[in-house]
Every structure is written in C-alpha cells, then in structure tokens.
C-alpha cells in the first residue's frame, strides 16, 4: 500500500533562510510519482513539481529545489533564502504508475516564514 | 494548462439540507475526477473517486447515500452533501487526471462548506 510520511508538522524560520521539507514514502510499485503541492491559506492546490520514480536527478527550479532519493525513498523539498510568502502548508504526495488512482498525500508541513 | 472549477467557493448551509457542489473541466475532458474532502489542520483524504457514465467508487468509511456522486458528462462531476450535519463542515476539493498535462492532475479551488 503506499503511504506519504512528512514526520514535520510544523516549521518556523526567519526569513532568507534556507527551509528543507521532508518526505518519505513507501510503495511497492516499482513505477511511482512523486508531487509536491503547495496549498496558501486560500485553500487551493499550487502544483510544485512532479518526478517519475525513474528520474532521479536533482531540480532546481528558482528558489526551490527538490532532492530525490530513491534508495531511502526520500524526496525532500529545499527552498532556500525563504520568503514572507512561502508561509504555506506544503504536501508531498505519491501516485502510482498508471496514474488512474488518486494522489497519497502526506499529512503536510505548515511552513511560516516570520519577516 | 489544464483548469478545474469548483463551485461554489464557500457555502453555509442549515443542519439537515442539502449542499451540491460542482466540479468542471474547463479545458478537457475527464473521464476520472476525484473528491478529497480535508478537516482543519489536517491532510487531503480521497472520499470517492468518480467515473463518468458509472456509479463512484467510494473508500472506506464513507457513506454513499449522505455524499451523492454523479458524474454524467467528461467535463462535470457533482458532489452532494445530503442532510449535512456540523461533523460534514470541511473543506471539500476535487480534482481531474488531465492525461496531457505535464503533471497529471489539476485541482479545482476548493469548497468550504460550514453547517450551522
């Protein structure tokens, strides 16, 4: 059965400073997505990114950056000089490989980022 | 890209009536949507996964008859929240699998619905 684990329920930093987000998941799929979702106090869904478990090279994408781990089934979510309005819940989520089923969402990371 | 709306944004409803809530792809048809339904503080959990042309797959623990699912078209699927009580308060979110998107699945905004 898969199953998200985000063991930090709640971060706070100062802001500029560089924050990681744990995730680690289990499945015994052997071809697996993982996600990263952003959800503001608005309440909706911002995709982040989106990594196929066979693809496990390192992304950048601005101030966020994404490590993947497949050998500890880790896929860590790293922004760095934080900002005000990075303050957010943030979800890592698994689906598996047919993409048919619906997303694994871990129980979150609430991230404030104190100016 | 691929859009999901979700209607209405926010409802307060009385104890004992019914809630319906709309999900539409905007853009492109799907054949799958998926109904997540998140209480405060806590994370995103699949209620029922619905299938056009087809009766909804709902996950354990949660009850059929007092969250209708219909799904008659590729681009709309309904949840309705029958004889809602104060437990049902929560933020309720739907999403779409856009096989085309590069990310697969695409969010509505959400419903937060609040029985007084």
């Known amino acids: 059965a898969q199953k998200v684990t985000q063991v930090q329920t709640e971060i706070s930093v100062v802001e500029k400073e560089d924050v990681t987000l744990d995730c680690v998941y289990e499945?015994?799929?052997?071809?697996?997505?993982l996600f990263w979702y952003k959800q503001p106090p608005s309440g909706e869904l911002v995709f982040l990114i989106r990594?196929?478990?066979?693809?496990?090279q390192n992304e950048i994408s601005g101030r966020y950056s994404w490590n993947f781990q497949k050998s500890t089934s880790s896929f860590n979510f790293t922004i760095t000089a934080s900002q005000v309005v990075d303050s957010a819940v943030y979800f890592c989520?698994?689906?598996?490989?047919?993409?048919?089923?619906?997303?694994?969402f871990g129980t979150g990371t609430r991230l404030t980022v104190i100016p | 890209g691929a859009v999901v709306s979700q209607h209405p944004s926010w409802v307060i409803c009385k104890s004992g009536t019914s809630v319906k809530i709309e999900c539409r792809s905007l853009?492109?048809?799907?054949?799958?949507m998926f109904w997540y339904r998140q209480f405060p503080k806590q994370s995103l959990m699949l209620m029922a996964t619905?299938?056009?042309?087809?009766?909804?797959?709902?996950e354990q623990g949660v009850e059929k008859d007092k969250f209708l699912i219909n799904h008659a078209s590729l681009t709309l699927s309904t949840l309705t929240v029958t004889s809602a009580h104060p437990e049902d308060s929560s933020f309720y979110i739907c999403?779409?699998?856009?096989?085309?998107?590069?990310?697969?699945?695409?969010f509505g905004s959400g419903t937060r619905l609040t029985v007084v």
């Open positions: 999403s779409a699998r856009d096989p085309v998107a590069a990310y697969g699945y695409t």
């Open positions: 499945t015994r799929d052997t071809t697996y997505y």
């Open positions: 990594r196929n478990s066979f693809d496990e």
């Open positions: 989520a698994l689906s598996d490989q047919t993409g048919a089923n619906n997303l694994f």
């Open positions: 853009d492109f048809q799907a054949t799958t």
């Open positions: 619905s299938n056009e042309g087809s009766k909804a797959t709902y």
